[in-house]
């Protein structure tokens, strides 16, 4: 008792004096808030340091992915399918094991006269990594021309901000001396090979579904409206060895015989025409000129040499061979090539 007693007393002392017990309540507050604000500022200084080291691993993974892009395009090849539009048709190779994703995309024309530029932003455009894309992209760039000679210069943009430039093709001289001097100046693009309907009414008269049509190897409508009417579109690349250009006349045709019957058969021409960006097809020719290495787009539709003259084909149905018979010149000189190219299938 003689112990516990005095501790009462001193703790009832205490207690008595307000002030006392005041500063005693303070500072033991003032120490809980002090380590309150301390574990506080370590607490935020650590999350800090953890989103600066997560930022920097971010950044260096981006820098990585952006070195580690690989993507190759290459065997670019430009054809005007009309006033004011180019299709560009590439390969795309991605060796890298990053996919790739393409947002933007730049063309570049010029000549001696003219100069015009365009972009493009693109939409599931995405090459998967190890994998081979061949891809068309159409594009509208004011003031070019289809009768025109132009160089092109073409880039895309990728998703992580790189800059792939479209490279031409690199046909050997071996396969240019062949097809010049084998076969002839002129090459065509067989998976290219488009026909259209026509439309019945005009002038103007339009091809249905242009630019894109369907594979000309299979050709439907020849017994319904519009009583097989249609185009054709060739892309021809002009390769001659001396680079000289190639104009192609009113008389370039692309002809056929049909088998009507086992015992009959009838012949089937369609000349070449002007066609425009709309898909019009014009009332009279103007000289095509094949500038070299650059490849164009050919259209075939009229009955008659010179003019477009629309024509009810026969109404039947069957496999034939095609013809493509081009006449004009080349440097100034006359100039012909055929090239028996394909065959069609005729469906109702």
């Not at 703790?11 to 002030?19: D, E, Y």
């Not at 001659?240 to 021409?269: E, Y």
Request: glycine share 8%; proline share 5%.
């Amino acid at each position: 008792m003689t112990i516990r007693l005095p501790l009462r007393k001193r703790f009832r002392k205490l207690t008595a004096n307000s002030k006392g017990f005041s500063s005693v309540i303070g500072t033991t507050f003032m120490v809980l808030v002090m380590m309150f604000l301390s574990t506080s500022v370590f607490l935020w200084t650590l999350s800090q340091n953890t989103l600066y080291n997560e930022a920097i691993r971010e950044k260096n993974q981006l820098e990585s992915d952006v070195l580690s892009e690989n993507v190759q395009i290459t065997n670019t090849t430009y054809v005007v399918t009309g006033n004011n539009r180019v299709q560009i048709l590439a390969a795309i190779t991605n060796p890298s094991s990053l996919s790739v994703q393409f947002t933007t995309l730049w063309v570049y024309a010029s000549n001696a006269t003219y100069t015009g530029y365009n972009f493009t932003k693109l939409s599931n455009v995405n090459v998967q990594g190890g994998a081979y894309l061949s891809r068309s992209f159409d594009m509208i760039v004011k003031g070019l021309r289809s009768t025109g000679a132009y160089s092109f210069a073409s880039w895309l943009i990728t998703g992580r901000g790189n800059v792939v430039p479209l490279q031409k093709s690199t046909l050997s001289n071996i396969v240019i001396a062949q097809t010049t001097q084998g076969i002839g100046a002129l090459m065509m693009d067989f998976p290219n090979f488009i026909y259209y309907n026509v439309s019945q009414s005009g002038p103007p008269y339009v091809l249905k579904g242009y630019p894109t049509g369907a594979s000309g190897y299979y050709v439907q409508g020849a017994k319904g409206p519009p009583k097989g009417q249609f185009a054709f579109r060739v892309v021809i690349t002009n390769l001659d060895q001396n680079q000289r250009n190639i104009t192609l006349a009113a008389g370039s045709v692309l002809f056929s015989i049909f088998p009507t019957s086992t015992s009959a058969f009838q012949g089937t021409a369609w000349y070449i025409v002007n066609v425009n960006g709309t898909g019009a097809i014009s009332n009279s020719y103007k000289p095509i000129t094949l500038v070299y290495y650059v490849a164009t787009s050919l259209y075939f539709a009229s009955s008659e040499p010179g003019t477009y003259s629309p024509f009810a084909q026969a109404t039947f149905t069957g496999t034939c061979p095609v013809n493509l018979a081009l006449i004009g010149t080349i440097g100034g000189t006359p100039f012909g090539q055929n090239i028996p190219f394909v065959s069609i299938n005729i469906v109702s």
